[in-house]
C-alpha cells in the first residue's frame, strides 16, 4: 500500500485548507484511515480518523472535517479556521484493524510522505 498526501500549503488565520491522501494498493473499506501532524522536535500527534465513523483530536474538532471515498480510494481533510498552531507536517496514515487504537501511532501500518501546513498570522 502507498499513500500519497497533497493539498499543503501557507494561508492566513481564519483561511481554509483541504488536504487529500491517495492511497494505491491493496486497501479495503473496512480499513481505519487517519491524519496526524509532526512539528520538529514533537512527537506525531492524532489529528482526526474515520472507520465507520469519525474521531478527532479535541484541538480541531468542529473546525476539522475528515471525509472518505472508497470508491476512489481517497480520504481528505477539510481544515477551516486554521489557527497558526495547526502549522505542521501532516500525514496520512492506514489502519489495516478497525479495532486499534484511533490515536496510536504504532497502530496505523502505512503512512505517506507528509505535506506541509503553514499558517500564518
Not at 34 to 52: L, N, S
Not at 56 to 73: E, L, P, Q
Not at 92 to 110: F, H, K, T
Request: aromatic letters at 10%; proline letters at 2%.
Amino acid at each position: 500500500v502507498q499513500l500519497q498526501a497533497s493539498g499543503g500549503g501557507l494561508v492566513q488565520a481564519g483561511d481554509s485548507l483541504r488536504l487529500s491522501c491517495a492511497a494505491s494498493g491493496r486497501t479495503f473499506s473496512t480499513d481505519r484511515m487517519g491524519w496526524f501532524r509532526q512539528t520538529p522536535g514533537k512527537e506525531r500527534e492524532f489529528v482526526a480518523a474515520i472507520a465507520w465513523t469519525t474521531y478527532y483530536s479535541d484541538s480541531v474538532k468542529g473546525r476539522f472535517t475528515i471525509s472518505r471515498d472508497n470508491a476512489k480510494h481517497t480520504v481528505s481533510l477539510q481544515m477551516n479556521g486554521l489557527k497558526p498552531e495547526d502549522s505542521s507536517v501532516y500525514y496520512c496514515a492506514l489502519a489495516r484493524d478497525p479495532q486499534s487504537s484511533v490515536d496510536n501511532v504504532g497502530d496505523y501500518d502505512y503512512w505517506g510522505q507528509g505535506t506541509l501546513v503553514t499558517v500564518s498570522s
